[in-house]
């Protein structure tokens, strides 16, 4: 079994600019994104695809989206973009949907589907899936209801005990996971956003967040507040059973 399946990488928030100096809370970014790259090309490479779940570029500048574009366009893989709330999705759209780039979409990979969906909002840092999008990922997970499901976005769908940014979540939620409750496919939700991992199960699905390749925010802190957890990554291997092995890595101190 284990040589079908299938192993992709995530990386989310890497809030680069257009300044090769840009830092988020002390962290160079761009230097970070690139750490990150070369630690798991150390460790398990090559991914069959990179998913890279919002946040991507921090100052709504095309030289930032080139800056990912330059870092991530010569592996030879696909890289799967979805906007977080920081993005600029006319800037995704022009310069991260040609290959090896896709923009939202669906992806498919052995018998496992991957909705990709959009939750930016414009002026929000909450995200909201909005009716047509909601009704496109119903209508995925029936038309791939014979394969399992690995759903992406940015914005958590379940609070992450935090109040702050549980208040920059997803605004509906419960829409959402009744759409996820509808099928028997589904047995993933993955998202970005709360730069902090977390790994969850609710109803048979596994529920994840994934580290921000640059800044760290402090689990469960009652308002805003950077962490000293190192800049990562996830691994993901998706069985041709459903189930799923996944680790997440960090950066160690002397590579940050
Ligand atoms: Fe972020």
Redesign the pocket.
């Known amino acids: 079994m284990r040589n079908r399946s299938i192993r992709l990488l995530q990386i989310t ?1 890497s ?1 680069l600019y257009a300044d090769d100096d840009g830092e988020l809370g002390g962290v160079n970014t761009a230097r970070s994104l690139r750490a990150v790259l070369d630690a798991a090309q150390a460790e398990h490479w090559p991914p069959r695809a990179i998913l890279a779940t919002g ?1 991507l570029v921090q100052d709504h500048t095309r030289a930032g989206y080139e800056r990912f574009h330059d870092a991530l366009a010569g592996f030879g893989f696909p890289v799967h973009c979805i906007p ?1 709330n ?1 993005d600029d999705p006319a800037l995704m759209r022009e310069l991260l949907a040609m290959p090896p780039f896709t923009f939202c979409g669906v992806a498919g990979y052995g018998n496992w589907t991957i909705p990709l969906l959009n939750t930016w909002r414009e002026n929000s840092a909450g995200g909201r899936l909005g009716a047509d999008e909601l009704g496109r990922l119903d209508h995925l997970l029936s038309a791939h209801s014979g394969k399992h499901a690995l759903v992406c976005l940015h914005h958590h769908p379940m609070p992450m005990g935090s109040p702050w940014i549980d208040e920059v979540g997803l605004a509906d939620a419960a829409d959402f996971l009744s759409v996820i409750d509808r099928h028997d496919n589904v047995r993933a939700v993955l998202w ?2 709360v ?1 902090q991992a977390s790994d969850r199960e609710r109803a048979g699905v596994r529920l994840m967040s994934t580290p ?1 390749t640059s800044a760290q925010f402090e689990p469960t802190s009652l308002e805003f507040s950077y962490d000293s957890a190192g800049p990562g990554w996830r691994w993901l291997e998706l069985h041709a059973d459903g189930s799923i092995e996944t680790r997440v890595g960090r950066l160690s101190d002397d590579a940050r």
Do not use: A, I, K
Request: glycine content about 22%; overall charge negative; proline content about 0%.
């Open positions: 928030d809030h946040d977080g920081h970005g956003h730069h921000s």
